[in-house]
């Protein structure tokens, strides 16, 4: 994360750093045993390695939580790839001793310069946004926000078009709505 966050301010650049927790995990270890909660890890980080770019690095934080750094990435398309990973992880069966099982993940995402200009400061914010996502319902990836507005800004460079699609709502539709 040091290496990064150096090439970055010697070339003015960005990054982004995609902190990612397991889902209810030690319930997985007292409910399968601590075995397939080492499967587990071993398989998540298999998805993590393949999914992976070339310039990536994915690494174990601790425990359950693993870091992917996101090397000349914007937040937006942080969050991208972190969909990416987590609908795998969503959709991956597991199986320890005839049982099977699934497991999900929630991730929080902050990038260079916008959320941190040190390393610790970043990784507290992708933090800070992945509980978030815990405290949101869990399975779902947050972005960190230091203007903590209700609505996320996107900077567009190219034309949008916007389809309008239109219901015919009957007048009791209408307050619902």
């Known amino acids: 994360l040091q ?7 010697r070339y003015d ?16 270890n007292d409910t399968y045993g601590h075995q397939a909660g080492d499967l587990t890890l071993k398989v998540v980080a298999d998805i993590l390695q393949k999914m992976k770019r070339t310039e990536d690095t994915a690494c ?25 990973i987590r609908k795998k992880v969503e959709e991956t069966g597991l199986e ?6 699934n497991v999900t993940l929630s991730g929080g995402i902050a990038s260079y310069p916008a ?3 040190e390393a610790q400061e970043l990784v507290h914010a992708a933090d800070v946004a992945l509980y978030q996502a815990k405290e949101s319902g869990r399975n779902r990836i947050f972005l960190h926000d230091l203007e903590k507005r209700h609505y996320l800004r996107i900077g567009i460079s190219e034309e949008v078009q916007v ?9 009791s539709e209408l307050n619902a709505q």
């Open 163 to 171: 389809q309008s699609v239109t219901k015919n709502l009957n007048p």
């Open 3 to 9: 290496g990064e966050m150096n090439r970055v301010q």
């Open 60 to 84: 174990r934080y601790g425990g359950e939580e693993l870091v992917l750094i996101l090397p000349e990435t914007e937040k937006m398309n942080a969050l991208v790839i972190a969909e990416r």
């Open 115 to 117: 959320d941190g200009k």
């Open 13 to 28: 650049g960005c990054f982004s750093v995609f902190f990612i927790d397991l889902d209810n995990f030690k319930k997985l």
């Open 96 to 101: 320890f001793e005839g049982k099977t099982f």
